[in-house]
């Protein structure tokens, strides 16, 4: 029942939209005040589960009419792990776009198939992803971290021409960065009792 719906605003849950979601990480409810939509995002490394409840979830999630999701970030332990981290993609790297059929600019009853590469050429754009994480103990059976640094940084370049007029045409670029980084502590301070505080950074820039 749980579905992407890009008509019903993102993930749908037994056919509630996705504004009728909650999302929650760490327990923390990072659902969008206006939107209804996560506010909040989690690099995949930084990820140890990945809860959906579609019903019969309990009375703290009460402001979900859709379902919850929930995401539990990775701990450290008592035992050093590390691990570097590299992701490159590349308009290169990909064939040529299937046509597209439309119906014809010139006479509104014939349907023709159409490549909007040949005709206007392909975009050129990389992405990269590089960074590191490492988990560990502070102190033995007590006090553990786990941290992560991805920044991601996103070029596309694209062969513009103007029908109007020739004075603007050229290649245009555009460009984002996120730096994306996690930050969590988990104490057991006593033989019943764990505490955890976690820091997630997702800022982003165009």
């Given at each position: 029942?749980?579905?992407?719906?890009?008509?019903?605003?993102?993930?749908?849950?037994?056919?509630?939209?996705?504004a009728e979601n909650m999302f929650y990480i760490d327990g923390m409810d990072t659902t969008g005040l206006y939107t209804g939509q996560s506010s909040q995002s989690a690099s995949f490394e930084?990820?140890?589960?990945?809860?959906?409840?579609?019903?019969?979830?309990?009375?703290e999630y009460g402001g979900s009419m859709g379902g919850v999701i929930s995401v539990v970030t990775r701990s450290g332990g008592n035992a050093f792990h590390g691990e570097l981290i590299g992701y490159y993609g590349s308009s290169w790297m990909q064939g040529k776009e299937r046509d597209t059929l439309r119906i014809s600019p010139d006479n509104d009853r014939i349907a023709e198939y159409v490549n909007y590469q040949d005709m206007y050429g392909k975009d050129k754009w990389d992405r990269i992803e590089a960074g590191f994480n490492l988990g560990g103990y502070i102190l033995k059976d007590r006090l553990w971290f786990f941290g992560t640094v991805l920044p991601e940084f996103f070029t596309r370049k694209?062969?513009?021409?103007?029908?109007?007029?020739?004075?603007?045409?050229?290649?245009?670029?555009y460009k984002t960065k996120a730096y994306n980084y996690q930050m969590k502590l988990t104490a057991q301070?006593?033989?019943?009792?764990?505490?955890?505080?976690?820091?997630?950074?997702?800022?982003?820039?165009e």
């Open positions: 029942g749980v579905n992407m719906e890009t008509g019903l605003g993102g993930t749908s849950v037994d056919g509630a939209s996705g930084m990820v140890e589960e990945v809860q959906v409840k579609a019903s019969g979830y309990q009375a694209r062969e513009v021409n103007f029908l109007i007029s020739d004075e603007f045409d050229g290649e245009y670029k301070p006593l033989k019943d009792l764990r505490l955890t505080a976690s820091f997630i950074n997702n800022w982003n820039n």
